[in-house]
């Protein structure tokens, strides 16, 4: 795949992210105040800064455990198609549940995460993630929280990536490729 040249232009800040996440785990710590864990799932690759900030700023004892989902690969539209390259370690029976997700696009891999991770019966699932896009919805599924809605655009940074590039940026930016200026 040749990739073609772009230009990233800063969409929410560094600053902005930080306060929204402040923000959001007052929210999860009244939701599960007193559980004697909660077991924090992130969705690799791209939740794993949010997971590391969001883990630092909650007041609750967490275990933090990945499942790794796809239908990008390194394509900018989704595939609709899910697989499940690498699953949960522990076990989550019973236990109180924390899915984080970077953005939620068509929904196709919140939906599925969501409806096997149901299957194995914990106590409370709830959802969390940093972007949605409402506009692309294919499916009835939404977080319980969302960091900030944004509208149709491709985006990269805060772990997001373009064909594994981008990750590391520390604000959320559109891609605009130069030939569509």
């Known amino acids: 795949m040749t990739k073609r040249p772009y230009v990233i232009d800063e969409m929410i800040s560094a600053k902005a992210i930080a306060a929204r996440i ?5 929210e999860i710590h009244a ?20 997971i590391a900030d969001l ?7 967490v275990e933090v455990d990945f ?4 239908s990008y690969g390194d394509a900018m539209e989704s595939s609709r198609e899910v697989r499940i390259l690498k699953d949960l370690r522990g076990q989550i029976e019973g ?7 970077d953005i939620v696009d068509t929904g196709h891999t919140l939906k599925h995460v969501v409806g096997l991770l149901k299957a194995r019966k914990p106590g409370r699932l709830r959802t969390i993630a940093l972007l949605d896009k409402p506009s692309r919805r294919e499916t009835d ?11 149709d655009e491709f985006v990269v940074g805060y772990g997001i990536d373009y064909a ?3 990750r590391n940026l520390p604000f959320i930016g559109k891609v605009r490729f130069e030939d569509e200026s």
Do not use: M, Y
């Open 164 to 166: 594994q590039r981008n």
């Open 141 to 151: 599924v939404k977080a319980d929280w969302i960091g900030f809605s944004i509208p």
């Open 55 to 61: 883990v630092r700023e909650l007041d609750l004892p």
């Open 31 to 50: 939701e599960f105040r007193g559980t004697d864990k909660l077991v924090v799932v992130g969705l690799l690759r791209g939740s794993f800064v949010f």
């Open 67 to 70: 499942l790794e989902a796809s």
């Open 22 to 26: 402040e923000e959001l785990c007052h």
């Open 95 to 101: 236990r109180d549940v924390l899915v984080v997700e």
